[in-house]
């Protein structure tokens, strides 16, 4: 470490804004003193964010989640959770502090989180604010599985589609069978099943992709800077996650699976033309027999 490097380190780590990095995989890579006290870490851990927030959450620490079911929370949280290159937000910590947070995110998934102590400020209408967060958090959230709308998806399309110097995927993924599974089983039976997908799909999504539900039984994955092959591999774990998956209490053996088209966005694409090729693709894979994947041609 250069002279300039080890004094910017000794910096950082002393400040009273608090300072983090996290990679592509939102594992922890570095947080400052200030960081590290206010979110309870050792230092040299470097636990995911997911496992972080689970940790502190059940010890009643670090930021305040005020949803009672905190996997509900978790699942909401990460399925807009760097999908955007800034963020700023307001967060409450167990202690009483009251942090003013944003996230920026690089080209290669890298997040900087820096939050600073706004406690002492004046905290007329904080409520307001509040209320404005929920509300816009409302307005790109499924009600039912708790992922991302179609409004959130369609914006990440729009913007994966626009950077044409990087290439990215575009997968429908489509539930087998839905309509049978309802008329077999219920409604209330097709709303676990389709919440069960929503969770078993979000564990497998990495953090600069996005995860929602478009409608029905149909859900959107956006893979930016995946090629196709990549996707591919993607998919075929969550296919695989999925197949395991029994989620009627009332019914042990019974499983479910869903199909799945991939398209390459390319340069001059808008997303309904990459939806187009996704849809074919996805098209194919039913009339071949379900539970598999297809690549648009």
């Known amino acids: 470490?250069?002279?300039?490097?080890?004094?910017?380190?000794?910096?950082?780590?002393?400040?009273?804004?608090?300072?983090?990095?996290?990679?592509?995989?939102?594992?922890?890579?570095?947080?400052?003193?200030?960081?590290?006290?206010?979110?309870?870490?050792?230092?040299?851990?470097?636990?995911?964010?997911?496992?972080?927030?689970?940790?502190?959450?059940?010890?009643?620490?670090?930021?305040?989640?005020?949803?009672?079911?905190?996997?509900?929370?978790?699942?909401?949280?990460?399925?807009?959770?760097?999908?955007?290159?800034?963020?700023?937000?307001?967060?409450?910590?167990?202690?009483?502090?009251?942090?003013?947070?944003?996230?920026?995110?690089?080209n290669d998934g890298w997040m900087l989180c820096i939050a600073n102590d706004i406690t002492r400020l004046r905290s007329h209408g904080r409520s307001v604010r509040q209320d404005r967060d929920r509300a816009i958090k409302a307005s790109y959230t499924d009600d039912l599985t708790g992922v991302a709308n179609r409004r959130f998806v369609n914006a990440r399309m729009e913007e994966m589609v626009q950077r044409l110097d990087v290439l990215g995927c575009v997968c429908l993924l489509d539930l087998d069978n839905f309509k049978y599974i309802n008329d077999r089983f219920g409604h209330h039976s097709g709303d676990i099943i389709l919440r069960d997908f929503a969770v078993r799909i979000q564990r497998q999504v990495r953090r600069s992709d996005c995860f929602g539900r478009v409608g029905g039984e149909e859900f959107v994955l956006v893979l930016p800077a995946t090629s196709t092959s990549e996707a591919e591999l993607i998919v075929e774990r969550m296919l695989a996650a999925i197949r395991k998956s029994r989620p009627l209490r009332q019914k042990a053996d019974f499983g479910y699976t869903f199909s799945a088209g991939i398209a390459l966005a390319i340069s001059g694409d808008v997303v309904a033309d990459v939806l187009s090729r996704a849809d074919t693709a996805l098209y194919s894979a039913k009339i071949a027999g379900r539970n598999r994947i297809h690549l648009a041609a």
């Open 1 to 106: 470490m250069d002279e300039i490097s080890e004094k910017l380190f000794h910096l950082s780590d002393n400040t009273p804004v608090l300072i983090a990095a996290y990679d592509g995989f939102d594992r922890l890579r570095y947080a400052n003193g200030a960081f590290r006290s206010a979110f309870f870490l050792d230092e040299g851990e470097t636990p995911l964010w997911s496992d972080l927030m689970r940790r502190n959450f059940k010890a009643s620490i670090g930021t305040v989640v005020r949803d009672p079911d905190f996997e509900t929370w978790l699942i909401s949280t990460q399925s807009r959770r760097g999908k955007t290159g800034f963020r700023e937000f307001e967060t409450d910590l167990a202690d009483g502090r009251w942090l003013w947070m944003t996230e920026t995110i690089q």
